[in-house]
């Protein structure tokens, strides 16, 4: 069991690489599904994963038939697991915590699921100094899918007793470039979120600072947005890979150039090969390569289970260097 380890987000913090992903028994969005994460010095050797986020029911808990821009959804049947989702991964905090996160959304229907605006919220614990993780805590709740602090199964952030997760907490919610990777999942119209042009979908957010100050956020389907003012607000556009699909990462590298890599598709539905394009000024890009060319079979079918090299990440910025 337990064959499908998806969405895997990295950072280094402590002298060590952390990966946290998404754990289904055989197919993404799959019930049962929860959150996994490990650690690796080199990043070759890793230790064996342990749970992060795991499955809870929702005992009896009927959402409102109606909410968020008049969409409908499906009652959630009583009992039934939630499953994991994640945009966002890791947070190394101003005052030196590292926070894990994973949003609990509901497991798909025609009209449900983790990544639409609908579950219950989205989950906070803190890796400690020995690599254990510290309890588990809710740091934003899904007020528009009927959600409050007193029904979640976790407390709120706020009651934990060590005053430095609650001040890493709080420098999370006010870092609006890092919040803007909840935006799928959350979707809430109460503010939080900056103004998005209804034809833009930011998903699976990935960014990189700029020499010129101004920060690249990249979204899957193309979208690209520029940000001066730390996510506050953002001038949207469309940037011009061909044939795009699934998730672009975009790194400032360590050498002073920039990096996308994406799956340049020759069908536009095809995740493969796995391309890389670089630059010198984070706006243009030439000197496109394969890195990895080749399909392999797929091991476990399933939905959702697209063939090829896909969603590949780096670490975003103020989550460590290596």
């Given at each position: ?5 998806h ?81 966002m991964?890791?947070?190394?905090a ?168 994406y ?6 539905r ?7 394009v ?32 896909q969603?590949?990440?780096?670490i ?7």
């Amino acid at each position: 069991g337990w064959t499908y380890n998806h969405a895997p987000m990295l950072a280094h913090w402590q002298g060590r690489f952390w990966v946290e992903a998404v754990s289904n028994l055989k197919e993404e969005h799959g019930v049962p599904g929860r959150t996994i994460f490990l650690s690796s010095t080199d990043g070759y050797d890793w230790t064996r994963p342990s749970v992060a986020f795991p499955v809870i029911p929702l005992p009896g808990f009927q959402p409102p038939p109606e909410y968020y821009d008049g969409r409908m959804i499906d009652p959630v049947p009583a009992g039934l697991p939630t499953i994991m989702h994640q945009r966002m991964g890791w947070y190394v905090a101003p005052n030196g915590r590292l926070l894990m996160l994973g949003f609990y959304g509901y497991a798909p229907t025609p009209r449900t699921g983790p990544n639409r605006g609908q579950g219950l919220g989205r989950a906070v614990r803190e890796i400690l100094p020995d690599g254990s993780a510290g309890p588990i805590h809710v740091i934003r709740v899904n007020r528009e899918a009927g959600w409050t602090e007193t029904d979640l199964p976790f407390p709120f952030y706020q009651a934990h007793p060590d005053p430095e997760f609650v001040e890493a907490c709080d420098a999370l919610l006010a870092d609006r470039v890092m919040t803007m990777q909840w935006w799928e999942e959350d979707r809430a119209s109460d503010g939080f979120f900056p103004e998005i042009p209804e034809a833009i979908q930011p998903k699976a957010l990935s960014f990189y600072d700029r020499a010129d100050g101004q920060t690249v956020g990249l979204w899957k389907g193309g979208f690209a947005g520029l940000t001066a003012d730390n996510g506050q607000t953002w001038q949207w556009g469309q940037h011009n890979i061909p044939e795009i699909n699934s998730k672009v990462w975009g790194q400032h590298l360590s050498d002073g150039t920039y990096a996308l890599v994406y799956n340049h598709s020759a069908s536009g539905r095809s995740r493969y090969p796995l391309s890389i394009v670089t630059g010198t000024d984070g706006k243009s890009f030439d000197h496109l390569l394969a890195v990895h060319p080749e399909v392999p079979p797929m091991r476990y079918q399933g939905i959702h289970k697209n063939h090829g090299p896909q969603y590949i990440r780096g670490i975003i910025p103020g989550n460590g260097e290596a």
